[in-house]
């Protein structure tokens, strides 16, 4: 069982430090494109790159929030899950590029939020 914690725990370090590089990418690469116009065409501004980081940051996310939640019930780090997705989601449907360094920074923060207050709900309840 021990063994198990510790791969979790692992999986937890990657998805949380993904969702930092993730908020980091998406307030960076605006001002990088703005100062920087040779990037303008680079992987930092493909949209295709983005949108597969942004789905497997989620899908990782949702993964390891799931097996916790159904541990512990705690609900928060679901919720701002959900939420980081919705505010992507519209991003992508209302708003195009417009608030991109708003949005894709405030929903890589609420993943990373989430995170952590999912190890500090693991870290009260049980000894897991």
Same mark, same amino acid.
């Given at each position: ?19 930092? !590089? ?78 991109? !360094? ?27």
């Amino acid at each position: 069982m021990e063994h198990t914690h510790r791969h979790t725990l692992k999986i937890e370090k990657v998805g949380f430090y993904l969702s930092i !590089l993730c908020a980091i990418h998406c307030i960076a690469t605006p001002l990088l494109i703005t100062l920087i116009p040779f990037l303008g065409g680079s992987l930092l501004a493909d949209h295709t790159w983005e949108l597969w980081f942004i789905g497997g940051s989620l899908v990782l996310a949702n993964i390891i929030l799931m097996i916790d939640y159904k541990k512990h019930l705690n609900a928060i780090p679901l919720l701002l899950l959900m939420l980081s997705l919705l505010i992507k989601l519209s991003e992508i449907v209302w708003f195009a590029d417009k608030y991109e !360094l708003i949005t894709g920074g405030l929903g890589g923060l609420l993943i990373a939020s989430a995170y952590y207050i999912n190890w500090k709900a693991k870290e009260k309840s049980c000894d897991c």
